[in-house]
């Protein structure tokens, strides 16, 4: 994919890094993997596992760090975070998008809503009545703005987003296709046999600088609203149920599910397929690994696991077998343990 063309000067300014073995003139105007990467693009290596393909490489430059840069064939651009220089890197051959003022022809917009000048609103839109959307706001195809929203400045809402009443997004969110923010949580009260519906009267609040990812929910609080707070980055698929909080600059992967009024600190990861149950909470400075099943709030910064990692099934097999007979090993070795037989009845 082509962006915006770069020189190498701007680029080692831009970043910070020292450019080794260029022209800063020298033009990119585009990104690309070590081992596919021809001229006029550059690529980037953390980790010496790829140094095979860093000295067969034919890109038209590389970042990389220091200890690295003696295997490199072509220019470099040096610096101690390759991966966050890369990022940067990234954004300025292919900026995000800037909005293109005005309303489309098919978009429907509630003569009480407020919308800026500089803000894009696009085809097939529905703005309803007392919406306040911000500068610079781009709201792409097929997004829907109920009652009451706000969108900060700043923020993009790639296509078909939809807002319940009431939600407020803060600056520069960017909310992918297919996202819902603020339908009703999952609130019902068992009516003999049957359930009645509890209706959700909070909303979501979300801070700055967030980013959600594709086909995620996140529900609409009970009574208080749901709060995801500034720099959270949350991935595809997730759910995120009424009264949840995430705290700042967590990110949570994708197929994660966290159920009502839990609570998740500051700079957590959560990895992939996790689960969290209601009314918990986890510390900040927690990394939850793919695939566990959070029960009991966590109290101290660290990683947790729970999740079973795969093995030939003839393996499974045999370890599910050898899990089944715990019970009856346990009461032999008790038994042993009180003076008892090996098979845990108590000696005369």
Known sequence: MTGTVITLGELAESLGAELQGGEPGTRMHSLAPLERAGPGQLAFMTHRRYQDA?????????????????????????CQQPHVAYARAARCLHPDPVALPGIAPSACVSDQAQVH??????????????????????LGPGCILQQGCQVGEGSR????????????????????????????????????????????????????DVEVGANTTIDRGALDDTIIEDGVKLDNLIQVAHNVVIGAHTAVAGCVGIAGSARIGRRCGIGGG?????????????????????????????????????????????????????????????GLEQGGDPNGRQRR
């Open 54 to 78: 860093l000295i067969r490489t034919r890109a038209g430059a590389v970042i990389l760090s220091p200890e690295h840069l003696p295997h490199c064939p072509v220019p470099a651009l040096v």
């Open 274 to 334: 996790a689960g969290i149950l209601g009314h918990l909470e986890i510390a900040d400075d927690v990394t939850v690994t793919a695939m566990t099943l959070v029960t009991h709030s966590i109290r101290a910064p660290g990683v947790y696991s729970s999740g079973m990692p795969q093995a030939p099934a003839r393996e499974w097999n045999r370890s599910l077998a050898h899990l089944r007979r715990l019970g009856e090993l346990f009461r032999r070795v008790r």
């Open 117 to 138: 000048p500089t803000a894009e609103v696009g085809p097939q839109c529905v703005v309803e009545a007392d919406c306040l959307v911000g500068p610079g706001v781009i």
């Open 157 to 208: 809402l790639v296509a078909r987003v939809t807002l319940g009443p009431r939600v407020r997004l803060g600056r520069r969110n960017l909310v992918q296709p297919g996202a819902v923010i603020g339908a009703d949580g999952f609130g019902f009260a068992r009516q003999g046999e049957a359930w009645l519906r509890v209706p959700q009267v909070g909303s979501v609040l979300v801070g700055d």
